[in-house]
């Protein structure tokens, strides 16, 4: 097949977008800075993604597609293990797995698009966005590593996958991105495929109209939030310590004002070496500091940037989307003056950069001339920057006449020059005319594709997995028993074994039996009842010989057999909730002395701990500490759940979220 023909005679182009699969978890999948080009997307382009709840169904109903499934990677194994020699090639591969190779493969398209690092098929043209460089070479480099390792080698790989024919475009918003490629690379062939793109969040993103007014007397409010990925290291390169030692100084300088951090809480030790008090931090909970943890819907975040006059990030690099959502919601971004920032940020005008890290952290490599960032730098700066962002804040502060204004350029200038609609329009606009003017050979992957037909979401899906969390987050955890939430979907898996990059994958447990059943929905309540064997807490005595014999009997008719299995599951725990109901009564309400009988269940579910107290189930808050009888009698509780059924309890916190 020609490739470039079918778009020249005005048909649809389709993209494979292989977003939702293991790999690109450590990319953060379906990332938000994406998104609008999904929503608006033209109609002469189809964006094709894998839907992992429709592949599981499909494969444990065809045992024999999983066969071929496991043939065609174990010849794909056979055709990376060939690849060239050398530590950059092989783990490469070992990163970008032949399941994975065989999944991108497989999604429908006649282009695939990859962001963040290149992962493409090499089977068909493919175009590539990035915001840094130092990511594009992931998983050996990251941001803030300093100098590359294996330069050379990394050259070499990376040119191989660039410079090839099959890949089309490289874009980026960022100009010193673009001009790292060029630097490093060297290649005229590279050069001609790079082109700037402009960047915006989809206005599907955002559900009312922002009207940002402040006045004098107003207790201003500060927000602060972590990366999508919730982790806890996140914390301090987004500049988290900044924000505390800013606001300690803040309250003492006699200033009023509520900040407020969406993120993963570091331990004190870590906030102590990073110059914050944590007796500072603990004193004012509850007062002028509200600390949350819990993963926060799109809807919520964007109440609480709509509600928030400066958003904190102090970070050592650039955070694009965060930016950009905050400039949408009028909430003034406070940056540092780090790579990328100036995109955006126009000092005084729609926002405040704070001055330093840039010379700080940021370096021409002698041998490249590219620009390298070495994190461990950034301590260097962090008085100054604690310094500049009280003298700026309180500069606006004491002029709250130039608030209001300041917060309706940003809008402005988030709604004009960092549209949603007007990135999607400009890049995939230059997709096609790219895809038009281009005539490659290109192998057919039809029946490969056709092995898993029906298996892609809908575009109805787009803001359920790129509204959700991009790396896996723990939702419930039992005990024996573990929920998360990723890309959209739960994921149940049975005990507390360590589940690897790869055990994300579908296919990892058909061709790996020793690696984790992960079954995976749309909808958390439809995984509860998998927490729930009925015989979980009560003891577990060996089956009579008589009833062994039954059930023999019964399995000629498993209709009946389950019917019957059913009855005595309920009629043993209907009997074990009489015994727990009596102990309690006994000694609570006859005063015979009686033991208390109670057990923690399960920790951290939706904020809550379970506790199993004699026949009742009760779910108490985190923050309330260990379970006390005394404070459950005196109703000292400041919220509780209660009910005589573990799963009916869940299923209440959820619905309640």
Known sequence: MVFGTAKKNGGVLKVAAPWSLSHYIPLNGFHPLYRALFDHAPAEVDIQAWDNVQLQRFLELNKDKREKIACDVKRLEKAANSAPPGFIPKTYYEFFTPSNILLTEALEGEIEFHHTAPFPSMKRPFVFHCEAFAPVFFPFTQQGDGKYRQQAALKAHYQSIFSNPMCLAIFSHIPETLESFRLFFNSPSIDEKLFSSKAGLSNKSFDKEVYPEFSEGNVPRFLFINSASQSPNNFFKRGGHIALRFWKEYLESGRRGQLILQCGRPSDLSLKENGVDPQFVASEMGKSILWTQKYLSNHELNALMQSSQFFLLPSASLHSASILHAMHCAAIPVVTDTLGTSVYVNDGETGIVLKGMHKAIWSRDSDTGIFLDNYKMAKSVDDSLVSQLLTRVCGLLDQPDTITPLRRRILSEAKTRFSGKAFSDHFWQSVQNITESTAIDVPTLKKRQFVFK???????????????????????????????????????AHGNSEISLNDWSVLEHYLNPS????????????????????????????KPSIVKWVSRKLMRNPKLHGLVRRFFRYLKAIILLAIRFSKYWAGYKLGFGVKEDSELVAEGIEGFNIVRYFHLFIAIPVSEGEFDVYRLNNNEYMRIYKHFRYSKLITRIINDK
Do not use: C
């Not at 029906?454 to 028993?481: C, H, M």
């Not at 909808?523 to 003891?539: E, I, N």
């Open 454 to 492: 029906n298996g892609t979401l809908d575009k109805a899906d787009w803001a359920r997995v790129f509204e959700s969390v991009p790396q896996p987050v723990k939702r419930i955890y039992s005990g024996d028993d573990v929920i998360f939430e990723l890309g959209g979907t739960f994921l149940h």
């Open 515 to 542: 690696a984790p059943k992960l079954k995976i929905e749309y909808d958390l309540l439809a995984l509860v009842d998998m927490l729930f064997p009925s015989d979980k807490y009560g003891p577990e005595p060996g």
